[in-house]
T-cell receptor
């Protein structure tokens, strides 16, 4: 299957600072990337959908000014958690897919964010 | 809107067969996925169904009935390493929504 690389895998930051998470598709062009958040023992919650070269579409209840998403190329999307607070501590996972229906989503390794 | 239901936990014995059910409601159905997720790791793809029927892949099989909004994942010859969460995910349009997952415990 295709490879999606997510970096960093773990990050600890101080409250009030910003953290950037990168999601790269290594061997295919990802026209669409998805960002999920997962709290312990809960399912993946879709935060936003980003398409290359256009603004991300955020799910209801997700603050677009707090979770900045950039999808500048077909192989890279970034999620920046701005002014992080302890309640933002979570497992963030990206997935990438190509155009067309029926394509599976390939997941990055996930990023464990801890805000202290 | 979209809604996905699957059991919270299941326990099965090594070597046995287990069936994990998933019921869903969605508009613009565009496929159903099953993923395996070990604690602290990202999900890994297991299967994809878009037409009714059974898809078999080694020890894993997945079934879909679109008219009933129902799917199941069948795991045969269970191994200890199969202990994990199994996520049912439904694509409506170009958006994939995940169920809460079923935690499977395989005991010796």
């Amino acid at each position: 299957g295709a490879v999606v690389s997510q970096h960093p895998s773990r990050v600890i930051c101080k409250s009030g600072t910003s953290v950037k998470i990168e999601c790269r598709s290594l061997d295919f062009q990802a026209t669409t990337m998805f960002w999920y958040r997962q709290f312990p023992k809960q399912s993946l919650m879709l935060m936003a959908t980003s398409n290359e070269g256009s603004k991300a579409t955020y799910e209801q209840g997700v603050e677009k000014d707090k979770f900045l998403i950039n999808h500048a190329s077909l192989t890279l999307s970034t999620l920046t958690v701005t002014s992080a607070h302890p309640e933002d501590s979570s497992f963030y996972i990206c997935s990438a897919s190509t155009t067309g229906s029926g394509t599976e989503a390939f997941f990055g390794q996930g990023t464990r964010l801890t805000v202290v | 809107g979209q809604n996905i239901d699957q059991p919270t936990e299941m326990t099965a014995t090594e070597g046995a067969i287990v069936q994990i059910n998933c019921t869903y409601q969605t508009s613009g159905f565009n496929g159903l996925f099953w993923y395996q997720q070990h604690a602290g790791e990202a999900p890994t793809f297991l299967s994809y169904n878009v037409l009714d029927g059974l898809e078999e892949k080694g020890r894993f099989s997945s079934f879909l009935s679109r008219s009933k909004g129902y799917s199941y994942l069948l795991l045969k010859e269970l191994q200890m390493k199969d202990s994990a969460s199994y996520l049912c995910a439904v694509r409506g349009g170009f958006k994939t929504i995940f169920g809460a997952g079923t935690r499977l415990f395989v005991k010796a």
